[in-house]
């Protein structure tokens, strides 16, 4: 995950990355977005998410509170290897500010799954669900 992408800007509004190991991405999806240069995803309640191509060609697609767009496996893969990448450096899409004042990791009995929830500086928070081991 840290050699697909490198990040290149994290303000209030988005997040760029740039596709640094574009080999990695070829289990994905081949044809679309194999040749891509940078990633953007948007911060808040809802996300968009483009894959800026070579051609400078962008495909995009959405989800967050209001709502998502339908897409394939392919790119709900693409979607969860940015999101894991971004909270590997802590940075987190539902936030618009990353400076954390608590982190609290816990066992969630209905998902039975571990979880983390999040407070931001704002009073911001944020619950993601960790990988299954």
């Not at 959405?62 to 971004?86: A, M, P």
């Amino acid at each position: 995950m840290d050699n697909m992408f490198e990040l290149v800007l994290a303000n209030e509004k988005e997040i760029v990355l740039k596709v640094i190991a574009k080999g990695n991405l070829e289990n994905l999806d081949k044809n679309s977005y194999l040749d891509a240069n940078y990633i953007t995803v948007t911060r808040g309640i809802d996300h968009v998410l483009e894959v800026i191509k070579d051609d400078m060609s962008i495909f995009s697609f959405s989800w967050g509170f209001n709502g998502h767009t339908v897409i394939s496996d392919k790119f709900e893969r693409l979607k969860k290897e940015v999101i894991e990448f971004l909270i590997s450096k802590e940075i987190f899409i539902n936030f618009t500010n990353d400076e954390i004042v608590k982190k609290t990791v816990y066992f969630d009995k209905c998902f039975n799954q571990w979880a983390c929830r999040i407070e931001n500086a704002k009073g911001q928070v944020c619950v993601y669900m960790l990988k299954k081991s």
